[in-house]
Every structure is written in structure tokens, then in C-alpha cells.
């Protein structure tokens, strides 16, 4: 099988999945049914950010495998780093604009702000730069001290507390000593959704599957995929009945599903050119980091037009709007934002 066969089919999902990203943050067809819209958004939108973790540490494993040198772990991490960095600049007068609305005191703001930047991620999607950071931190060092099998074990455990603080706290609400260790980590770090809890896992998954590619029937992956995914429709909606869920990040059913989807993928007989899987590598780049730019021009508008109820139409803006963008920039080398989404 040839290398962009299997590259292509993963550029064109987390295309796809950049696009589920946007919908995390608008609530798509609200207007029209709430279950709809929770499926879509809390759901199916769910597996975007742990595909991108798996993606990662798939093709950081294919690297480090070839060349194992620090070089290439610095190269990546420094790569990520520019990122945060850029994009924080960003989407800093946003950021500061908030904390502002939270607290007139300077040095509360920018206590604040400093915690965001080294533990939380500065703007609300940027979590995922600082958290990809420490997953492929953890798969180096596991890499390098031949421990991938038992950090793969550790990156579980940590999951499971990870979920715990997530989609199943209110099994453990009413628990006291659980729920206070709890309440005592939020006051802090707010969520599980992190480089830690959350990303190690996924990336660590993604390593997994590069090492032990198995050259299975791809009917059979889809098989599993499909199962996984109906099952993962009814962990959610199941948590969702009995009120569980402190938020909807972590789903036990995310990780065999994304296992057999990711290997799926790997399985097609699906081939781009090299310029339009690159493209789709692109834009998927460029939509996520770029979409909240847009989504606080168009809440904005939305708001002084009275058009707050229209989820699904501020959605297709947002994405239009970041794919265009993305177009014009590519477009006209605009400066700073070209290297930003490259």
C-alpha cells in the first residue's frame, strides 16, 4: 500500500474533523431539535479532538521510529510552541478583553492570564497546543526508555481519572473524599481535558497503532468502527438520561472506536494527489485555530441583529468564513498568519 494512499484518507477526516471542531463551539441544529443537536454536537463532534491526538502520535512514532534523535522531538515540540505562541498573540485582546469582564484588578488578570498560558491554554481551543506538548513528551520518553507498552498502561489509569472528572463526575458527586479531591483540582485546572487526562491516551493510541499495524480486512475494521460508534451513541445519550455528565470530552467508548476507525482509515485503498491531501492537511490546520476569530465576530453580530437563535446558520458561517480565509491567506502569503497554519 502506498503511503498517500493511507495519508490522504486521514488528511480528508481531520478536514472533517476541524469542521466538528467548529460545531463543538456553535450547537448546530439547536433551532431545531435539542437531541439532534446534542447528538451532533456532544457526540459525533466528540470524536474530532481525540482523532487529531491519535493522528499525532501515529505519525510521531512513524517519525521517531525512522530517526531517533532529539532532534526530531525538539523540532516537533519547538513546531508546536510557535504555534501557541502565534496564535495567543491572536486571540490575546479576546482574552484579556474577558478577564477584564471578570475582574478590574491588573494583577488578578494577569495572575489569570499566566495560568492560562502555562496550564490551561490561553483561549479556549488553544488547550489542545500545551496538551499535544506533554502527550508527545510522554510517548518520547516512553519511546526512548523502551516503556511504550506500560505508558501506554499509565496513559489508561490516567483517562479513567480523567472521565471520572468529566462525563461520569456524578457518579462520584455524592462521594465525599472522591468529589473533594475533585472540586479541590477544578479549583485549579478547571477540567480533565488536558494534555494529561485526556490527550496522553489518544496519542499514546496513535504510537500503539503504528507499531502493531495489523493488515486486516477493511470490512472488518468498519465492522468494529460502526459497532463502536453505535455504542458510544449509547454510553452518551445513556449518561445524558441520568445526568452524569459534568461535561462531554471523555466517553469510554471514544477510545475502541477511534482504535478501529483510525486502523479503517489506515486500510482504504484511497489515493489524493499530493497538493490536494496536503490542502485538506491545511485547511484542517487553519479551521481550527482560525474558526474563533469568526465566532466572536458573528456572536457579536448575532447578538445586535437578534439572531442568537439561529445555531446551525452561525455555524455554516463560521466555517465559511474560516475556510475562506484560510484561501485568501494561502492565497496572498499573507505574513505571520501563512506560517500559522503551514
Known amino acids: 500500500m502506498k503511503e498517500s494512499k493511507v495519508y490522504s484518507s486521514i488528511d ?36 474530532a479532538v481525540p482523532f487529531f491526538f491519535t ?54 488578570v494577569v495572575a489569570q492570564y499566566l495560568k492560562k498560558f502555562f496550564f490551561l491554554g490561553t483561549s479556549d481551543h488553544l488547550w489542545y497546543i500545551p496538551s499535544l506538548m506533554l502527550a508527545i513528551t510522554l510517548l518520547y520518553v516512553a519511546f526512548v ?29 455524592d462521594i465525599h473524599i472522591l468529589s473533594d479531591i475533585y472540586t479541590l483540582y477544578f ?20 504510537a500503539m497503532i503504528f507499531l502493531h499495524r495489523e493488515k486486516t480486512h477493511e470490512k472488518i475494521h468498519v465492522s468494529f468502527s460502526l459497532t463502536m460508534f453505535v455504542l458510544l451513541f449509547i454510553e452518551a445519550f445513556a449518561l445524558r438520561f441520568f445526568h452524569i455528565p459534568k461535561d462531554c470530552n471523555l466517553y469510554i467508548m471514544n477510545v475502541p472506536f477511534i482504535f478501529y476507525f483510525f486502523n479503517y482509515l489506515l486500510s482504504l485503498d484511497f489515493e489524493l494527489n499530493k497538493t490536494l491531501s496536503y490542502t485538506f492537511r491545511v485547511y484542517s490546520i487553519g479551521i481550527y485555530f482560525i474558526h474563533v476569530v469568526f ?28 475556510i475562506v480565509s484560510i484561501y485568501v491567506i494561502k492565497k496572498f502569503r499573507i505574513p505571520f498568519f501563512n506560517n500559522l497554519i503551514s
Not at 14 to 31: D, G, N, R, W, Y
Not at 33 to 46: C, Q
Not at 195 to 206: A, K, R, T, Y
Request: with cysteine; charged share 15%; net charge positive.
Open 12 to 47: 480528508v477526516v481531520k478536514f472533517l474533523c476541524s469542521m466538528l471542531v467548529v460545531a463543538i463551539h456553535t450547537s448546530p441544529f439547536l433551532e431545531f431539535n435539542k437531541d439532534i443537536s446534542y447528538g451532533f454536537v456532544n457526540v459525533l463532534a466528540r470524536i
Open 55 to 108: 493522528a499525532s502520535g501515529y505519525f510521531f512514532m512513524k517519525k521517531i521510529s525512522k530517526v531517533s534523535t532529539i532532534t526530531v522531538f525538539t523540532t516537533y515540540v519547538k513546531r508546536l510552541f510557535i504555534l501557541y505562541i502565534g496564535w495567543s498573540l491572536v486571540y490575546f485582546p479576546a482574552d484579556i478583553r474577558s478577564l477584564l469582564s471578570q475582574s478590574d484588578n491588573l494583577s488578578v
Open 145 to 173: 526508555k523502551k516503556k511504550i507498552k506500560l505508558f501506554f498502561i499509565l496513559s489508561l489509569i490516567f483517562y479513567g481519572f480523567g472521565l471520572i472528572g468529566d462525563s461520569y463526575f456524578g457518579l462520584i458527586k
Open 187 to 206: 479549583r485549579f485546572f478547571e477540567n480533565t481535558r488536558n494534555g494529561l487526562f485526556f490527550g496522553f491516551l489518544f496519542v499514546m493510541l496513535g
Open 295 to 322: 465566532l466572536i465576530l458573528y456572536s457579536t453580530l448575532f447578538r445586535i441583529l437578534n439572531l442568537s437563535d439561529i445555531q446551525t446558520l452561525y455555524f455554516l458561517l463560521v466555517v465559511l468564513s474560516s
